[in-house]
């Protein structure tokens, strides 16, 4: 009878392997009679492995925390800069924001309370006018288009995506407000009982409809990219699983897709919303600033956002003006803050879910 380790080979490739693994290891192979490996040295191979985990442990809590210093390095800046206008003489404050507002305001709260209410006004219209259609552009992309137009409107969400907000500016300013004139006076007209629509419509439209249009088609390609994104890493199993029980594409979508996607087009929405808030330049060039609690969305000169009303008011603002916008910023900030909080909270409760 044959030995079997000659026959199958083993014989010859047991020893070449263990040979290869002495090698690699940098010792002999062997034991002893109770099978353990005394003579097996790893200590060239442990501390290398630890040190390189060592160092990577170092740049990642090293890139956190600077992530942490930056953020307490704005809010220090900020506290620092805005304390001349709540430490200072209360007539001179008084008539610093009695300058800065034309009149308006005397004190830190009379000034920014109108400028909290339009940056919020404008930045939730904007949202709620972009979200909608977004997702609809996402979902048409993802699941119905057909490849070639697919690529083409991949290509022209992510580049109006990267389109400076200087751009959208000018284009809203001198192409888009004058053109929508007809259409808001329409809407004062047949809808003017409802007082958002109250007329008469301001010719040019300089308002916060206009305003929050131009930022809804700012925010459109962020929302857009995102959830069409996290619409394509839907499990291709569980819309198989729908199509084969009989489902429509549309209810495909709405009972695989829509449930999959949902805390990232929340993320997708937070994020808008926080460049909304935010935005300055787009809102600077389109709106006539107002210091009013006004819901009339088709009148000009009622609202102004906090980001459009510091660019304006700082290049003539003397040392005492330039605290006082500053503290506004710190509101912004604070209201930016609270928006990233409320969406990691809703975010984290639908992965619960």
Known sequence: MANISETSGVGQVVPAVAGQVSATLGAPVG??????RDDLDFSNAKPSKHSQDKIFHAVAVGCGALILVSLGAVVLFLLLR???IFAGPQAKTSAVFASLSGGKAHGFWQYVGPLVFGTVVIATLALAIA?????????FITFYARKRIQTVLNYVVDLLAAIPSVIYGLWGALVLVPATYPFWNWVSVHLGWIPLFAGPAANPPRTVASAAVILAIMIMPIITSMTRDIFAATPRLNQE?????????????KLTALPFAKSGMVSASMLALGRALGETMAVMMVLS?????SW???QASK???IAANIAAQYPEADSLGVSALIATGLVLFVITFVVNLLARRITRKGGAQ
Not at 131 to 139: E, N, S, Y
């Open 31 to 36: 034991g002893g009679p109770d099978g353990r």
């Open 296 to 298: 009339h969305w088709l």
């Open 241 to 253: 699983a729908a199509l084969a029980l009989g489902a429509t594409k549309w209810e495909m979508i």
């Open 289 to 293: 600033p107002g210091m009013t609690y």
């Open 303 to 305: 609202s102004q956002t």
């Open 82 to 84: 805005a304390w001349p």
């Open 131 to 139: 979200f909608f259609v977004a997702v609809g552009v996402a979902l």
